[in-house]
């Protein structure tokens, strides 16, 4: 970990411990969810086997690479960015349920860290979990109590509703007011990057729904999408290591 890392932590070591407690209530909300999916379906198997474990990692340790390559989009204000993490996420989510999903999405803020450190003050970084778990939770939870392509597509277009409306809201009462306190910035000066780009921003209600919700949507689509496309055809190898072991463990899970 890198001195710059090290000294983050301790000088935001309070915020640091809130944003903590929030990983362990969304890991403990996807936990309760995952129990009761198996309890209804008959599945004995632990929430965390060892295979599931050692798959969390290789996709959390993908995540938070493609999260080091993020994006700026001309129809948003320059701080925000959009990049491919969650998707990942929502597939290991699809595949071992939940929890896996939530965690991969912790996992990868570790590893950005370590490789970029943080420059919002770790603001930043929570957002970024909470946004993304608000996609992949739902997404998951829906998809473990009926295994079929059909409720894979809702859970996607429920996970892209919810949080859209949660990354607005939450960007409009949290996010913006301390990014604004934590760089000096008057809130109005950060509402007229807004109106630069898009007339119709005259506050913090316009600002979130003409910069927020747009970039939160397309992230939501285009993740479902990617997801949709590549998770059939993945799923019997990340799940049992092989087309064949798939097979000899039953047939995959209807997609």
């Given at each position: 970990m890198s001195s710059g890392l090290f000294g983050e932590l301790t000088k935001h070591a309070s915020f640091v411990a809130v944003c903590l407690v929030i990983v362990v209530v969304m890991v403990a909300i996807a936990y309760f969810f995952e129990k009761a999916a198996k309890k209804k379906s008959g599945d004995k198997e632990r929430v965390l086997a060892t295979r599931k474990i050692v798959m969390i990692g290789v996709?959390?340790?993908i995540s938070?690479?493609?999260?080091c390559f993020d994006f700026g989009l001309p129809i948003t204000a320059p701080f925000y960015k959009l990049d491919f993490s969650e998707l990942p996420a929502l597939i290991a989510g699809f595949a071992f349920g939940p929890v896996a999903g939530v965690m991969v999405e912790f996992i990868k803020e570790i590893v950005k860290l370590v490789i970029k450190s943080t420059s919002t003050a770790f603001v930043g970084d929570l957002a970024n979990f909470l946004?993304?778990?608000?996609l992949v939770l739902p997404a998951s939870v829906i998809y473990q109590y009926h295994k079929s392509k059909k409720s894979a597509v809702?859970?996607?277009?429920?996970?892209?509703?919810?949080?859209?409306?949660?990354?607005?809201?939450?960007n409009a009462i949290y996010l913006l007011p301390t990014f604004a306190q934590l760089y000096g910035l008057p809130l109005e000066?950060?509402?007229g990057m807004g109106t630069a780009i898009n007339a119709g921003v005259k506050?913090?209600?316009?600002?979130?729904?003409?910069?927020?919700?747009?970039?939160?949507?397309?992230?939501?689509?285009g993740i479902s999408v990617l997801t949709m496309?590549?998770?059939?055809?993945?799923?019997?190898?990340?799940?049992?290591g092989s087309a064949a072991q798939s097979s000899r463990r039953g047939a995959a899970d209807a997609q």
């Amino acid at each position: 970990m890198s001195s710059g890392l090290f000294g983050e932590l301790t000088k935001h070591a309070s915020f640091v411990a809130v944003c903590l407690v929030i990983v362990v209530v969304m890991v403990a909300i996807a936990y309760f969810f995952e129990k009761a999916a198996k309890k209804k379906s008959g599945d004995k198997e632990r929430v965390l086997a060892t295979r599931k474990i050692v798959m969390i990692g290789v996709f959390s340790a993908i995540s938070g690479i493609l999260y080091c390559f993020d994006f700026g989009l001309p129809i948003t204000a320059p701080f925000y960015k959009l990049d491919f993490s969650e998707l990942p996420a929502l597939i290991a989510g699809f595949a071992f349920g939940p929890v896996a999903g939530v965690m991969v999405e912790f996992i990868k803020e570790i590893v950005k860290l370590v490789i970029k450190s943080t420059s919002t003050a770790f603001v930043g970084d929570l957002a970024n979990f909470l946004i993304g778990c608000m996609l992949v939770l739902p997404a998951s939870v829906i998809y473990q109590y009926h295994k079929s392509k059909k409720s894979a597509v809702i859970g996607c277009a429920a996970g892209t509703v919810i949080m859209t409306i949660f990354g607005t809201w939450f960007n409009a009462i949290y996010l913006l007011p301390t990014f604004a306190q934590l760089y000096g910035l008057p809130l109005e000066e950060i509402i007229g990057m807004g109106t630069a780009i898009n007339a119709g921003v005259k506050d913090i209600t316009t600002f979130v729904i003409f910069m927020v919700a747009p970039i939160n949507i397309i992230k939501g689509v285009g993740i479902s999408v990617l997801t949709m496309l590549v998770y059939k055809r993945i799923s019997p190898i990340i799940k049992y290591g092989s087309a064949a072991q798939s097979s000899r463990r039953g047939a995959a899970d209807a997609q």
